[in-house]
């Protein structure tokens, strides 16, 4: 990637001004029209036909490659060569209700499947989140009753399936740090030449998956290697609280200092507050306090996000990175909803002045940042969009949904599925269609106008509630899964201030005091000892917005959970609801214009420069 020539001091002197200019640039969202109940439905069937159309092609002229070529109308492997979108695509195949598609895919998985016949080296991240996540979440919906799509002659074939899958990860991370390997071959383990470098998503962005396995094998080494390499990245952080972007596995030394939100770092945050919704393990929630307040407070200029090096806090990277548009909705799980509105505001308004998000945008320039000019048919911003309708009902999200659907079906749809584009100034197409299209994109936009309709699913309707790994698959906290507690917290009870910016956030030799002790949690996240000047209202905690992440939530009396609740404070989390609500419907949002019509677009070839990257850039 293009590196900026200034140092970082100088770019912190230049840049500061005009995001303070920028982000001083304020119109009140409106939109023309709302989208009604019928429409809504409408769309929902479109995002169907959408999903059809690219799975269909894959079906047709791809399988068992890994993924679609939707221009040609041809396959290639590119991770592993195991049929990998349709992995990928069987929770979203269940979560559309069908049944003989979902059935006859596990099916074909159970019987064909095998990992010891694959001689590859492969991404220890890509893997897991993809192929072993897909393994999990199809498992327990196959072989659950409750979920209504529970397929008769399935006998634990993919849970088998993905516990051989994960054996082959493990020699990744035998390393002196904890912190695994970024590659593995599924056949010899570790190449002895393999890199010793590895991003930070890529070694803290697997304990989802494999915390999940060993719950339902009885094998607690796949939580304790993921969550020992979680530790091991945290225990490098700077005394700013912030982590870089890659680090040597062997000597914990950070080889790239620059943090941020986006590329190589995105779903380390995100990992450590999902761990905790889903296991109820107090100490991701502890990790994810502390980095969320200095992510917010040394990263966020209003509603923007840069990188800066994670010693000084300099900035060294004013670009909105298009992995980075999953923050908004990771602010809704935490809680954190006006910054979460702001933010998406000022994504979706690079969306719309586009067609859709490129790689890289410049805060400096406002313009598409050279060599990053690409949309890989991404979903975060769809993704953070469904979370805000969720937390909100907000009419606005279905509007960006609407705009959103109608970019993916004017611009990438092509003959046998749907297309990258290389360019989003021109919007030219490429000739390939990442898994995660299926897994998380369309899902996503599914679940939006499924929720306006009323929704019909099994996420919404279903026994259990879900958390939605970094690909988008749902993992139900069962009892087996959850149940690790006596008792259950909602994550709003521990922040009773609402706001996650303003909890333990202290100084070098204060947390050192904090960490001999081994109360040190509980004091901590009720307290406001951490104040900054960006804040502009309180954020109401996540219990009153969105429903059901404590585990077992509507199975309280069933399982003997108990809500940590006293009437006042029930009381006190209603009337910061109430006034939340108020707030997110009349906030006002900083929006990049839109291109001017006039303006010439000539037709290009794709930009050698422009990088294509996957779900999560780990590679070093």
């Not at 849970?159 to 990744?172: H, I, M």
């Not at 806090?313 to 509105?341: E, H, K, M, R, Y």
């Not at 949904?401 to 990438?412: K, P, V």
């Given at each position: ?224 290697v993921t969550k020992n390499a979680v ?164 009419p606005r999200y279905l509007d960006a ?12 749809r092509c003959p046998c599925g749907y ?202």
């Open positions: 990637m293009e590196r900026v020539k200034n140092s970082p001091i100088q770019i912190r002197s230049s840049i500061l001004p005009l995001l303070a200019c920028i982000s001083s640039f304020y119109l009140t969202a409106s939109f023309a029209e709302t989208v009604t109940r019928d429409e809504a439905k409408q769309l929902r069937n479109e995002v169907g036909e959408m999903f059809y159309h690219a799975f269909n092609g894959y079906m047709d002229n791809a399988f068992p490659l890994d993924e679609l070529k939707p221009l040609s109308c041809s396959g290639e492997d590119t991770l592993g060569g195991y049929a990998l979108t349709l992995i990928d695509s069987l929770d979203t195949l269940a979560l559309l209700g069908d049944r003989e598609r979902f059935t006859a895919s596990v099916e074909w998985i159970g019987k064909n499947l095998r990992f010891d016949m694959i001689n590859k080296t492969v991404s220890v991240f890509e893997t897991t989140i993809r192929v072993l996540g897909g393994l999990i979440s199809a498992h327990l919906i196959a072989s659950d009753y409750a979920t209504g799509m529970r397929v008769p002659s399935y006998d634990n074939q993919l849970l088998n399936l993905a516990e051989d899958l994960a054996r082959r990860l493990l020699p990744a991370f035998d390393t002196p740090t904890g912190i695994p390997f970024g590659s593995v071959n599924l056949l010899h383990g570790v190449d002895k030449h393999e890199s010793k470098i590895t991003s930070t998503a890529g070694g803290g962005t697997l304990t989802l998956e494999f915390g999940v396995l060993s719950r339902l094998t009885n094998d607690p080494i796949f939580e304790q530790l091991a990245i945290w225990a490098q952080r700077s005394k700013l609280n912030l982590v870089g972007a890659h680090i040597n596995v062997f000597t914990g030394e950070w080889t790239q200092k620059d943090a941020g939100i986006g590329t190589s770092i995105d779903s380390f945050y995100e990992y450590l507050l999902k761990a905790y919704l889903l296991f109820g393990d107090e100490e991701y929630l502890y990790i994810f306090q502390e980095a969320y307040a200095a992510a917010m407070h040394y990263l966020y200029h209003d509603p923007w996000y840069v990188e800066v090096n994670m010693d000084s806090a300099a900035i060294v990277w004013p670009l909105f990175n298009s992995l980075q548009a999953f923050w908004p909705g990771l602010q809704v799980l935490a809680g954190d909803i006006n910054p979460a509105t702001r933010t998406h505001a000022a994504f979706l308004s690079v969306w719309r002045r586009y067609g859709f998000t490129p790689e890289g945008f410049n805060l400096a320039s406002l313009s598409v940042q050279h060599g990053q000019k690409s949309y890989p048919l991404r979903p975060e911003l769809i993704e953070s969009t469904y979370w805000l309708y969720k937390a909100t009902r907000d949904g609407r705009d959103m659907l109608a970019s993916l079906q004017y611009g990438t297309c990258h584009i290389s360019d989003v100034e021109h919007h030219k197409q490429e000739d390939h269609m990442e898994s995660f299209f299926l897994a998380e994109t369309v899902k996503y936009l599914w679940l939006l106008f499924d929720l306006a309709v009323g929704p019909d699913n099994l996420v919404e309707n279903g026994p259990y509630k879900y958390v939605f790994s970094t690909e988008g698959h749902l993992l139900p906290a069962t009892p087996q899964i959850s149940l690790v507690r006596e008792h259950c917290l909602y994550y709003g009870a521990y922040c009773r201030s609402g706001d996650l910016r303003q909890t333990y956030f202290v100084s070098e030799a204060e947390r050192d005091k904090h960490e001999s002790n081994d109360s040190r949690f509980y004091g901590s996240w009720t307290k406001s000892t951490y104040s900054s000047d960006y804040t502009t209202s309180e954020a109401s905690a996540s219990s009153g917005l969105i429903k059901g992440f404590c585990p077992g939530l509507n199975h309280g009396q069933k399982f003997g959970l108990l809500y940590m609740h006293s009437n006042d404070e029930h009381s006190d989390h209603e009337t910061i609801q109430q006034e939340e609500s108020t707030t997110v419907q009349t906030h006002s949002v900083m929006l990049i214009p839109a291109q001017s019509s006039d303006s010439s677009v000539p037709d290009s070839g794709n930009d050698q420069n422009d990088t294509q990257t996957s779900e999560s850039e780990v590679t070093s």
